[in-house]
């Protein structure tokens, strides 16, 4: 006897499954108020209602109660009358508690068509203003509007504490072309928590996402997305932002403290916890504006999810870390920061992204912001994934996000992490496990022409700011304009400057002299690119010590090896860029868990090494000649680069009045250079700006006493020369009186 076939269900029913199982593909052709046959009927999800009632929304009658067809929580029924009109649904969750709603779905598309199509072309430079979680006004309604991108997914819903985290509640408008999903959610306000809930197209339920275009951000090790309302902040810094071009231009000088926010100073009395954004603000602000900086660096602020990467594995590139405090906590950081006249970099991670499974990793189920080849897509290193930049909703996205740091919290620059990586295909692989570009090169065409055109958006809608490359290799013209083949950016990190210097000063002394060329070289190509000297956050991690425990001989030795080395570098053409900590000797490596040893300050040779930074920093701004031309050949002539027996370097460093100079003399040394004479560009008396051997650094005190007199003796091909009295491992800043 054969068996009796299943009834066929019907179009109805088949679309009452799609909703109940979070797997419709148009729920606004279904849910909501709508005519069927002549007759006004509603629909809709709500899994944790008993009943469900209609409310005119004009009279606040209730109009009908809706049947629940099914016992997930669909309720169908009509509402009479003969066309659509204004309502409300009144939920009956039982035990007395009710609420009334708007309807998610009686509201029109989030997004326009314009911006649909900029997006998909990549061109949509403030895409931020319309991605994301927005709180907003619709027909009179405020609530949140949601759009993401996913354009492979099969199902996408909003889910959050406001539905129980219940992927069935709030499904999403796909707006086919560029495949955003869209949804506004009315009565939704700022602090709500949400991810999106992601069905990939073979069905798959994907790890819930936090939104890669979220403001903010729960506290790790938390992951979800919180809605925040960029609303208009009340900034005060106009004077600042009018200014703050002329504090990035290649004349002016550029001192920059790097700056871990959660590590710098910590709370002892309250277990030790970091200091908020609005404590740092106070702190960190008055403690560099005492020491002369003019610019701070942050490690990178974006969300992130480990704090071991410290910050170099981003979540949520568009929320500042909410460990520290809110946007508008690190907003009122930006402006105490402007207050005191310093400008604030931000490093800008734009290589790649972990691996996490709320973040951006297979985030429809398909490789979308990555390459699916990990050849091209996995970055061996560090187990991350690369940027996809071929595509233009990635580039958009990450232009986007580069002006929204710029456009929301008047930051002043973006140092570019990790470019060297971007710009060439076989970085730190094997031979066979990379692929060629189209050329049959190992240059990454998509990263580059990316770069450039980050730099001219930047620029353009940002005169004022500033965009720094961490470049590690020979790749030419970093720094020099798009419009002249160059990458655009402002500055570069001289990397080998870095190593080649550390490595000396890490020899013995009586050896100096066979490694001379160490501290000579860079000169060979410190024009070559508009350079920043470095002293990073790198060079005191994995091993390596801190700066201070990289300088050679006994501890009295150390500390004067440190106080030459710093002067070396504050003479030399370049801006500056200090790690925090190495200011005054921090003896530890970095413990990104803990505090800077600020207690050092009570030893007085460490508390010598603060105040020969503060001088070095003093001078380095006051005096032009060490900064006006830190990137032009002409600003710097040596006098004597060639006297490595001695290990002995002497320089001249100019200003744009070439009438300006100074003379850095270094005796890298324990020994006392009696009698040693250096060629001088001109008569009369040179005053002593910076000795570094001066007793109020923790220094022996030898040297010239305030200064010394020319003599028409003409020496080193120059017509004049002094006689010197040069002090053990130490470096002497000199200055001609102007008559």
Known sequence: MAKPSKKTKSAFDLQVDAVVNADHDDPFAFLGMRQDNGVVVVRTMQPRAAKVSVVDAVTGVVVAELPRLREQGFFCGPVGGKAPFAYRLLLDYGNGVSEQIEDPYRFPPVLGDLDLHLFGEGSHLHLYRHMGAHVKTIDGVVGVSFAVWAPNARHVSVVGDFNHWDGRVH????????????????????????????????????????????????????????????????????????????????????????????????????????????????????????????????????????????????????????????????????????????????????????????????????????????????????????????????????????????????????????????????????????????????????????????????????????????????????????????????????????????????????????????????????????????????????????????????????????????????????????????????ENEWNVDGSLDWHLLDDPMHEGVRRCMSDLNAVYRDLAPLHQLDCDGHGFAWIDCNDRDNSVLSWQRKAIDPDDVTVTVINLTPVVREAYRLGVPRAGWYREIINTDSAYYGGSDVGLGGGVMAEAVPWHGLPYSVPLRLPPLAALILQPERG
């Open 171 to 586: 499904s999403m408008r796909v707006r086919h072309g560029v495949g955003v999903w869209e949804l506004f959610i009315p009565g939704l306000g700022e602090g709500a928590l949400y991810k999106y809930e992601i069905k990939a197209a073979d069905g798959r339920l994907l790890p819930q996402k936090c939104d890669p275009y979220g403001f903010s951000a729960e506290i790790p090790p938390l992951t979800a997305s919180v809605v925040y309302d960029l609303k208009d902040y009340a900034w005060n810094d106009a004077k600042w932002m009018e200014r703050r071009q002329s504090t990035v231009a290649r004349e002016a000088p550029m001192s920059i403290y790097e700056v871990h926010l959660g590590s710098w100073k910590r709370v002892p009395d309250e277990a030790n916890r970091s200091m908020s954004y609005r404590e740092l603000a106070e702190d960190l602000g008055a403690y560099v504006k005492d020491m002369g900086f003019t610019h701070i660096e942050l490690l990178p602020v974006h969300e992130h999810p480990f704090t071991g990467s410290w910050g170099y594995q981003p979540i949520g590139l568009y929320a500042p870390t909410s460990r520290f405090g809110s946007p508008d906590d690190f907003r009122w950081f930006v402006q105490r920061m402007h207050d005191q006249g310093i400008g604030v970099i931000i490093d800008w991670v734009a290589g790649h992204f972990p691996t996490d499974e709320h973040g951006l990793a297979q985030f429809d189920g398909t490789c979308l912001y990555e390459h699916a080849d990990p050849r091209q897509g996995l970055h061996r290193d560090w187990n991350t994934l690369i940027f996809n930049y071929g595509r233009n909703e990635v580039t958009n996205y990450l232009y986007s996000n580069a002006l929204f740091w710029l456009d929301e919290y008047h930051v002043d620059g973006l140092r570019v992490d990790a470019v060297a990586s971007m710009l060439y295909l076989d970085y730190s692989r094997e031979a066979g496990d990379w692929i060629p570009n189209r050329y049959g090169g190992n240059e990454n065409l998509e990263a580059i022409a990316f770069l450039r055109r980050m730099n001219e958006v930047v620029y353009g809608e940002h005169p004022g700011a500033v965009t720094i490359a961490e470049e590690s290799t020979a790749w030419p013209m970093v720094s020099r304009p798009v419009h002249l083949g160059g990458l655009g950016f402002g500055y570069k990190w001289n990397m080998g400057w870095m190593h080649d210097t550390l490595r000396y000063m890490s020899k013995d002394p009586i050896h100096r002299r066979y490694h001379h060329d160490d501290l000579t070289f860079g000169l060979l190509y410190a024009f070559h690119e508009n350079f920043v000297l470095p002293i990073s956050h790198d060079e005191v991690v994995h091993g390596k010590g801190s700066v201070f425990g990289r300088m050679t001989g006994d501890r009295w030795q150390k500390f004067a090896n440190l106080r030459a080395y710093y002067a070396f570098m504050f003479s030399h053409p370049g801006k500056k860029l200090l790690f925090m900590g190495s200011e005054f000797g921090q």
